[in-house]
């Protein structure tokens, strides 16, 4: 057995210079490859020579014992690629192998077989419910529904007449924490519950809602009748007919799309949502942060930035073209391409292309699911996107699906924010059980000196 020692410059990059510590991964068997066959690593400063043996535990090493031996070196880690910055329970994900389990279910069998209020309760509540448990969570979801009058009449009918609906909805799911003052106690468990159910409750209402004004619709009241996706389908659509019945294909698609958005471990929201809960901030505040997190491009931006490709492609001769140019640079990126952490096709992408299917077999095919079946063709057998592991990725499709259910493209990013509510929450919960630390990162300062102040006529 050979120790194997990976330098790892990069943990003592910034001031100081040029130091360097082994980090001596001590116990693999090279004999049959990598195979970790103890559950530790050793440290080395070779400024000092002195060794820590730190254990490996659900694949992490702890940044704490990492501190004993190195006092005042940080990680240097942007974007946090390759930071722990929690322990979860609630999403597994391996990027590698293409799987993804809430609680344990994969998520195929939960696309197939249950609902997104099933799947909310599961995320939250970590077991999935018996037929009762789930009669009182669906009864106690339907009763919050409604959104105080000052809300809609206030707030929402204050925004500028084209203002966008993701925005709207960050600011109203903000302004919610100062109609529920009970939102502070957020180590109440009744209360945390009850601020839960409202804000998976209301989204709807308020995604709803903002889009109406946006087109200069007047606003849908819920109809607690209806089941949750049904419902919100109502307040989008309804417009004289006394009670709006929404063709139970689209509901059912719309509501597996909600299954796959619901959680996705630790992403940029998610994140966001747990380094502002970590300052004990009640969870409306919480929410519009991970909302705002997810309006970026980058995040729940992307299936937009898809049809706006596809729509410029514009033809399927064009798709070799376009193609070229990405590789060579000058075409940008093949949006709805490619991920941070799956390096093999994303499997809601998979379940994504059959309830595709499904939806057009009732809406009409959308003209540009020819342009996107042969980009996805293309790539999937070109050298640069395999030697990249590039793979469609979950917003490859789910633009083309709303699209074709009606939805402009300024609504995408509110159809992710609705589900990935109870995600949020599920993260913000865990973590207040936890006991965890404010989120404080540090830094390497690479600004000035010190220096002296000189007065404005001196410079
Ligand atoms: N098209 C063409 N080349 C790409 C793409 C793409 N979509 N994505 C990555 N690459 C190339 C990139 O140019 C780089 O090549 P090279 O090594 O020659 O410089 C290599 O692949 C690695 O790229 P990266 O930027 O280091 O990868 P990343 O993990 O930082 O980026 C990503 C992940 C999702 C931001 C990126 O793949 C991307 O921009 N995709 C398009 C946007 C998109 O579809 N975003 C939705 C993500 S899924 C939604 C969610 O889960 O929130």
């Given at each position: 057995m050979q120790?194997?020692?990976l330098?790892?410059?990069?943990?003592?990059?910034g001031?100081?210079?040029?130091?360097?510590?082994?980090?001596?991964?001590?116990?693999?068997?090279?004999?049959?490859?990598?195979?970790?066959?103890?559950?530790?690593?050793?440290?080395?400063?070779?400024?000092?020579g002195?060794?820590?043996?730190?254990?490996?535990?659900?694949?992490?090493?702890?940044?704490?014992?990492?501190s004993?031996?190195?006092?005042?070196?940080?990680?240097?880690?942007?974007?946090?690629?390759?930071?722990a910055?929690?322990?979860?329970a609630i999403?597994?994900?391996?990027?590698?192998?293409?799987?993804?389990?809430?609680?344990?279910?994969?998520i195929?069998?939960?696309?197939?077989?249950?609902t997104?209020?099933?799947?909310?309760?599961?995320?939250?509540?970590?077991?999935?419910?018996?037929?009762?448990?789930?009669?009182?969570?669906?009864?106690?979801?339907?009763?919050?529904?409604?959104?105080?009058?000052n809300v809609?009449?206030?707030?929402?009918?204050?925004?500028?007449?084209?203002?966008?609906?993701?925005?709207?909805?960050?600011?109203?799911?903000?302004?919610?924490?100062?109609?529920?003052?009970?939102?502070?106690?957020?180590?109440?468990?009744?209360?945390?519950?009850?601020?839960?159910?409202?804000l998976?409750?209301?989204?709807?209402?308020?995604?709803?809602?903002?889009?109406?004004?946006?087109?200069?619709?007047?606003?849908?009241?819920?109809?607690?009748?209806?089941?949750?996706?049904?419902?919100?389908?109502?307040?989008?659509?309804k417009?004289?007919?006394?009670?709006?019945?929404?063709?139970?294909?689209l509901?059912?698609?719309?509501?597996?799309?909600?299954?796959?958005?619901?959680?996705?471990?630790?992403?940029?929201?998610?994140?966001?949502?747990?380094?502002v809960?970590?300052s004990?901030?009640?969870?409306?505040?919480?929410?519009?942060?991970?909302?705002?997190?997810?309006?970026?491009?980058?995040?729940?931006?992307?299936?937009?930035?898809?049809?706006r490709?596809?729509?410029?492609?514009?033809?399927?001769?064009?798709?070799?073209?376009?193609?070229?140019?990405?590789?060579?640079g000058?075409?940008?990126?093949?949006?709805?391409?490619?991920?941070?952490?799956?390096?093999?096709?994303?499997?809601?992408?998979?379940?994504?292309?059959?309830?595709a299917?499904?939806?057009?077999?009732?809406?009409?095919?959308?003209?540009?699911?020819?342009?996107?079946?042969?980009?996805?063709?293309?790539?999937?057998?070109?050298?640069y996107?395999?030697s990249?592991?590039?793979?469609?990725?979950?917003?490859?499709?789910?633009?083309?699906?709303?699209?074709?259910?009606?939805?402009?493209?300024?609504?995408?990013?509110?159809?992710?924010?609705?589900?990935?509510?109870?995600?949020?929450?599920?993260?913000?919960?865990?973590?207040?059980?936890?006991?965890?630390?404010?989120?404080?990162?540090?830094?390497?300062?690479?600004?000035?000196?010190?220096?002296?102040?000189?007065?404005?006529?001196?410079?």
């Amino acid at each position: 057995m050979q120790p194997v020692t990976l330098a790892a410059d990069r943990l003592v990059k910034g001031h100081g210079g040029a130091s360097r510590i082994g980090v001596d991964i001590g116990d693999f068997d090279l004999t049959e490859g990598l195979r970790r066959v103890a559950e530790s690593i050793t440290i080395t400063d070779n400024r000092t020579g002195q060794s820590l043996e730190i254990p490996l535990e659900n694949g992490g090493v702890s940044a704490a014992d990492f501190s004993k031996l190195l006092p005042g070196t940080w990680f240097y880690d942007p974007g946090l690629t390759a930071t722990a910055a929690c322990e979860s329970a609630i999403t597994y994900l391996d990027g590698d192998a293409g799987i993804l389990r809430y609680r344990g279910y994969p998520i195929e069998q939960l696309a197939e077989d249950s609902t997104f209020l099933e799947v909310a309760y599961l995320l939250l509540n970590g077991e999935l419910p018996t037929t009762d448990e789930f009669a009182v969570w669906e009864r106690e979801i339907t009763l919050h529904t409604f959104i105080h009058e000052n809300v809609r009449k206030r707030f929402l009918e204050g925004f500028h007449y084209d203002a966008h609906p993701m925005g709207m909805l960050v600011s109203a799911v903000a302004a919610l924490s100062t109609f529920y003052s009970d939102a502070k106690d957020i180590f109440d468990p009744d209360s945390r519950d009850k601020q839960i159910i409202r804000l998976i409750a209301k989204m709807p209402t308020l995604a709803a809602a903002a889009h109406r004004f946006s087109v200069g619709m007047p606003f849908v009241y819920p109809d607690n009748s209806l089941p949750f996706t049904s419902n919100f389908l109502s307040m989008m659509w309804k417009i004289a007919e006394p009670r709006f019945a929404a063709d139970p294909v689209l509901a059912r698609a719309l509501d597996v799309l909600f299954i796959l958005h619901a959680d996705h471990e630790q992403n940029c929201s998610t994140t966001a949502m747990r380094v502002v809960g970590s300052s004990h901030a009640d969870p409306y505040s919480a929410t519009a942060a991970a909302a705002a997190a997810l309006y970026g491009p980058r995040h729940g931006g992307a299936n937009e930035a898809v049809i706006r490709m596809l729509t410029d492609i514009g033809s399927i001769e064009n798709v070799e073209p376009f193609i070229a140019s990405v590789k060579s640079g000058s075409g940008g990126r093949l949006q709805g391409f490619g991920h941070r952490v799956y390096k093999s096709y994303d499997p809601r992408a998979k379940i994504i292309k059959k309830t595709a299917d499904e939806v057009f077999a009732v809406t009409g095919k959308s003209p540009l699911l020819d342009i996107a079946l042969k980009l996805e063709e293309i790539a999937l057998s070109d050298e640069y996107f395999i030697s990249r592991k590039l793979y469609p990725n979950v917003d490859f499709y789910s633009g083309l699906i709303y699209q074709a259910m009606g939805f402009p493209l300024e609504m995408f990013p509110v159809l992710f924010a609705i589900p990935r509510t109870a995600g949020w929450l599920a993260h913000w919960q865990e973590m207040l059980n936890q006991d965890s630390k404010i989120a404080r990162p540090r830094q390497l300062y690479i600004g000035s000196e010190e220096r002296n102040y000189r007065p404005i006529g001196e410079r």
